[in-house]
């Protein structure tokens, strides 16, 4: 019998490839229709699992969430990289994602208060998260979070035909 143990912790360079999995996992089942095929089924873990790799090598802070030792989802942290905020009070949550497998089973909810402990541990007073405008799943659950749309949003370039369209949300930490 599995005990489904759940455990939150902050990742590590050999995390990568679990990360990418989840990642493209998630791209692929969120952004259908909102992203063409071609590019969401271009998708590829190893190209993924090297951007992870860099970034953990780098010392970016992502917390990932395992059930039974196999991660399946994972949130990244950093203070806000927006011009127009202080980044010494406001943090960001610069990408969350768990495995298609494992969404409507409160995990979000556990790993999003997580990166927000985290980043008030970090010292920061309010927290940023940017949203594709067009993933309704994901602002229902962010507002449910407590965060509110703001007036800012941004075309974010992916690549050379494609620029995603995104807005921000914040709420205070306390």
Request: proline share 2%; net charge negative; with cysteine.
């Amino acid at each position: 019998m599995m005990n489904n143990s759940l455990t939150i912790r902050f990742a590590n360079i050999s995390d990568a490839e679990q990360i990418a999995i989840c990642h493209v996992a998630s791209w692929q089942k969120i952004y259908r229709g909102h992203i063409p095929d071609t590019v969401l089924d271009a998708l590829s873990i190893k190209e993924r699992e090297k951007k992870w790799h860099h970034l953990l090598d780098k010392n970016v802070k992502v917390l990932v969430i395992e059930r039974d030792n196999n991660i399946i989802g994972f949130a990244s942290l950093c203070p806000s990289r927006d011009k127009d905020t202080d980044a010494k009070i406001c943090g960001e949550i610069s990408a969350m994602y768990l495995h298609p497998e494992t969404w409507h089973q409160g995990l979000g909810k556990k790993l999003c208060t997580a990166a927000i402990l985290e980043l008030e541990k970090m010292g920061f007073s309010e927290v940023i998260v940017w949203v594709l405008k067009e993933n309704d799943q994901a602002r229902k659950f962010y507002e449910a979070m407590g965060f509110n749309e703001t007036s800012h949003s941004k075309l974010e370039p992916y690549n050379q035909d494609i620029s995603l369209n995104e807005v921000r949300y914040r709420r205070d930490i306390s």
